[in-house]
């Protein structure tokens, strides 16, 4: 499976340190001949970074033996072109001779190789073969260098979660920046002298130190899952037209994800101009519209306001300070259970029920659920959304925000909310890191991710039945349904906020379409969050959208971890008042 075919990696990078002498011998020998003085160099030996890997050890990222093909163009300048040679000398020979070879622009070659620098690199990550074709050209002025590349064997699988590193071998997204000194390690160096004639003298090393490889990181992504999740989002952003899309998993007892799929994604192995390498999970901000409605309720029942069969008139409109509430559907007076609240996703019943909660009270709920507060996940750029203060509510704030308008999430912290309730009211921190591997492959602890109490037992018991009737034939995501199996859990379907141009802060047409949910209902392992953005042209209603993929998602989750069904019945709640 992997661990550390690396080592061997580290053992070549050490042994073709004496390649890179000997081209530094072969480089200059007439130049510092015709100067009469011995040169010392240091040579850096790159360390091998540490593997990324997921859960089952299976390699998500790993480094590998490459080589920078460099010229030092002063030294081609002093360099004596001898008439009838059969090497050549001179810039634009060697341009010619060696830009095809290495897949680079002629002109573009010899032009580096005539500015006069004591160094530049011609080309950086060259296959080690190639590039020994190069030098076994012997042209003057030519090199090449040790170097590592990262490279990704499931295709660029989880790239945002992954990130990449720069030529200089620095993480900067991702994994590979959260983590970039402990899968660094540390680079060695071999101080050598040369003599007048560019030989390395045999007993002159001053020093050389071995580099120590990086630590291994282990993810708590599953690979399959993962692959999974997202060829299907990929072509559900495309079926639907959506401007991009996430799903995510967790385990509702653990905290950790075990996918994060985002599309579009890019290819960590060749980032281009344009690429966002930030995680809309986590780093893009949105309003999560009637996903939210479930810490309403939350809130609602543990102050116990309200129960499962309270009796809620909703009428066809309801005003509240200058703004006019309607529903989704029209109707005309409807007498709904609190339960049948929620399962026809109504705004009317949910704000009238929130006005007996009050602002604090719905501001403690959220900031407990975690809005307000990045997700804790070890990723850069978690955002906190945004969640306004109570003394910042206008007087219509009570009627947005408990159906999720007016504050601003992540997918991630919406997952979360949900695998709250799952968790019989214990909130766990978000987790994407399982452990650190030493070069052996021994993993290293890492400490369990923080837990609080947010609801009762009970209260997150009763949520989780009510929201059993949302995936019922009579709610809103009878799609969502995954056979064999107790499903809870709730649609979203939001306007979205324009972020730039003309209509910069104000609705522009188009929908974020969510489902979030849990499964088995009754005793939860994993919760599974779907959402789309920008959605519009070809559908957006989270039920008909983003459901279908939480089922299938779901149904690849329970089954690849042989979570059987309880066999339970779900309980039976009115939706509509006798």
């Not at 281009?272 to 309003?287: S, T």
């Not at 501001?363 to 997700?375: I, L, P, Q, V």
Request: with cysteine; charged share 15%.
């Amino acid at each position: 499976m992997r661990l550390r075919s690396g080592l061997v990696i580290l053992g070549a990078v050490v042994l073709l340190l004496a390649g890179r002498l000997v081209q530094l011998q072969g480089l200059q020998p007439q130049a510092y001949a015709d100067h009469g003085v011995q040169q010392t160099h240091v040579v850096t030996i790159p360390a091998l970074r540490g593997s990324v890997l997921d859960r089952n050890g299976n390699v998500l990222a790993l480094s590998v033996l490459k080589k920078n093909v460099y010229a030092e163009p002063r030294t081609i300048a002093a360099a004596t072109c001898q008439v009838g040679a059969t090497i050549p000398c001179d810039p634009q020979t060697i341009a010619a001779k060696i830009a095809p070879m290495l897949g680079l622009d002629t002109a573009s070659v010899q032009a580096k190789l005539s500015n006069g620098k004591g160094f530049v690199y011609l080309k950086r990550g060259v296959d080690p073969a190639l590039a020994q074709q190069v030098i076994d050209l012997s042209l003057p002025g030519i090199g090449q260098e040790s170097t590592t590349v990262r490279e990704h064997p499931s295709n660029g699988l989880a790239a945002g979660v992954l990130g990449f590193t720069n030529f200089d071998g620095q993480g900067v997204a991702g994994i590979e920046q959260t983590f970039d000194s402990v899968l660094a390690g540390t680079p060695g160096k071999t101080v050598a002298r040369f003599d007048a004639l560019g030989r390395v003298i045999p007993t002159s090393a001053d020093s050389h130190v071995d580099p120590v490889a990086g630590t291994d990181v282990q993810l708590t992504l599953d690979e399959d899952l993962q692959w999974y999740a997202q060829d299907l989002l990929a072509k559900q952003v495309q079926a639907t037209q959506a401007i991009n899309g996430t799903i995510v998993v967790m385990d509702v007892h653990t905290g950790e994800v075990l996918a994060f799929a985002s599309a579009p994604t890019y290819n960590p192995d060749n980032v281009k101009a344009g690429d966002n390498p930030a995680l809309p999970g986590i780093a893009d901000v949105y309003e999560p519209g009637s996903v939210n409605k479930v810490i309403t309720a939350a809130a609602a029942l543990q102050r116990g306001i309200v129960t499962p069969s309270t009796v809620i008139d909703v009428p066809p409109s309801y005003k509240v300070s200058n703004t006019v509430l309607h529903d989704a559907e029209k109707h005309g007076d409807e007498h709904l259970t609190f339960t049948g609240v929620l399962a026809k996703s109504s705004n009317i019943g949910t704000v009238k029920v929130a006005q007996q909660v009050g602002v604090q009270g719905l501001y403690d709920t959220m900031r407990a659920f975690g809005f307000g507060s990045k997700s804790g996940v070890q990723l850069p750029a978690d955002s906190r959304g945004l969640l306004p203060k109570p003394s910042q509510w206008s007087g219509t704030s009570i009627a947005n925000i408990p159906i999720g308008q007016g504050v601003s999430t992540t997918v991630l912290q919406v997952a979360s909310v949900y695998a709250t309730i799952a968790n019989d009211g214990v909130r766990v921190q978000p987790t994407i890191v399982k452990a650190e591997r030493d070069s052996a492959g021994h993993p290293i602890a890492v400490p369990a991710p923080p837990s609080r109490r947010v609801v009762s037992p009970q209260v997150a018991t009763t949520i989780r039945q009510m929201l059993e009737s949302a995936v019922s034939l009579q709610g809103t995501a009878p799609l969502a349904a995954v056979p064999g199996y107790r499903v809870s859990g709730k649609t979203g379907t939001a306007q979205r906020v324009a972020t730039s141009g003309p209509n910069q802060g104000h609705y522009d047409g188009t929908y974020t379409s969510s489902f979030v949910g849990m499964a088995p209902a009754d005793a939860p392992k994993f919760v599974v969050a779907v959402v789309l953005q920008g959605t519009g042209k070809k559908g957006y209603f989270g039920g008909t959208v983003s459901a279908p993929l939480f089922s299938k998602v779901m149904g690849f989750a329970l089954r690849s971890y042989d979570v059987p069904p309880t066999g339970t019945v779900p309980p039976r709640f009115q939706l509509v008042a006798p």
